[in-house]
């Protein structure tokens, strides 16, 4: 009897010992709590430009929102419980770009022709929009700082793209 008095007592000290205090020093919860909110985007960018540094191609270059890109969303969540958030997300994405090509405007033929200009130039415009929405659930499985996730979610999306090319010379 006397062993395990000494079992249950060393256990109880070690448990002590190494048991998490969830608040910060000014006695706020590091987990979330009921009515707290949260907002994020995808890091994708960020990891891409760290991992590079490991075993890159050379041309690694600094993460940048680009919102023509299908990565860059933004989240919310709202916790209605400790274990349960509403979860939404929002994504935005305008981009339009112009190129110029200058070509050559004369051939050998157009020798005969001197008033024509030596060089003219191609354009292209392209433009494109996406929108998206989606929301969802979020529960969390834990009860120390290192919590999992899991949940379900819904959005829909649209995407345009108008384009139109313009030549120097009339076909």
Do not use: C, H
């Amino acid at each position: 009897m006397k062993k395990l008095s000494i079992f249950v007592g060393a256990l109880t000290l070690t448990t002590s010992m190494f048991a998490q205090d969830l608040t910060s020093k000014k006695g706020e919860n590091f987990l979330p709590e009921t009515g707290d909110w949260a907002l994020g985007i995808d890091a994708t960018p960020f990891l891409n430009y760290f991992g590079n540094f490991i075993g890159g191609n050379g041309l690694n270059l600094a993460p940048t929102f680009n919102w023509a890109t299908g990565n860059q969303t933004i989240v919310g969540k709202y916790f209605v419980s400790e274990k349960m958030a509403y979860r939404g997300a929002l994504r935005i994405g305008m981009n339009s770009n112009k190129q110029v090509n200058i070509v050559d405007n004369r051939s050998d033929v157009d020798a005969l022709y001197p008033t024509l200009p030596a060089t003219v130039e191609n354009t292209g415009k392209m433009s494109t929009s996406n929108l998206g929405l989606s929301g969802g659930l979020e529960w969390r499985k834990g009860s120390t700082r290192l919590q999992g996730f899991y949940g379900a979610e819904v959005g829909i999306a649209t995407a345009g793209v108008k384009g139109k090319y313009e030549y120097g010379n009339a076909l």
